[in-house]
Nanobody, 120 residues
Framework: VQLQASGGGLVQTGGSLSLSCAAS????????MGWFRQAPGKERAFVAA??????YYADFVKGRFAIFRDNAKNMVWLQMNSLKPEDTAVYYC????????????????WGRGTLVTVSS
């Protein structure tokens, strides 16, 4: 599976962005898809994941971010609303065949990140 994330950019506090992740491979639907982020000087952190119709979110994005996928299009999205300066990070999409959705160690494939910058 090859992944390509896009949609990052500069937005003001309170604004919204939608990140996209395009996947190649005919087995896309069998993978859990996740979004992680990495801020400067920090560890890569779990943001959201989806497998089938079940969605998982980190506490710090609940109610603000939403993850969606379309298996027919091999796409996954992360809709980010009410953005805060602390959301500034490089965002990565990833695919996992199994394991904990929250652990980056479970993910087998990673896309290049897309930078999100939230200005105060």
């Amino acid at each position: 599976v090859q992944l390509q994330a896009s949609g990052g950019g500069l937005v003001q506090t309170g604004g919204s962005l939608s990140l996209s992740c395009a996947a190649s491979g005919r087995t896309f639907s069998s993978y859990s898809m996740g979004w992680f982020r990495q801020a400067p000087g920090k560890e890569r952190a779990f943001v959201a994941a989806i497998r089938g119709g079940i969605k998982y979110y980190a506490d710090f994005v609940k109610g603000r971010f939403a993850i969606f996928r379309d298996n027919a299009k091999n796409m996954v999205w992360l809709q980010m609303n009410s953005l805060k300066p602390e959301d500034t990070a490089v965002y990565y999409c990833a695919a996992a065949a199994s394991g904990s959705f929250y652990s980056r160690l479970s993910y087998d494939y990673w896309g290049r990140g897309t930078l999100v910058t939230v200005s105060s």
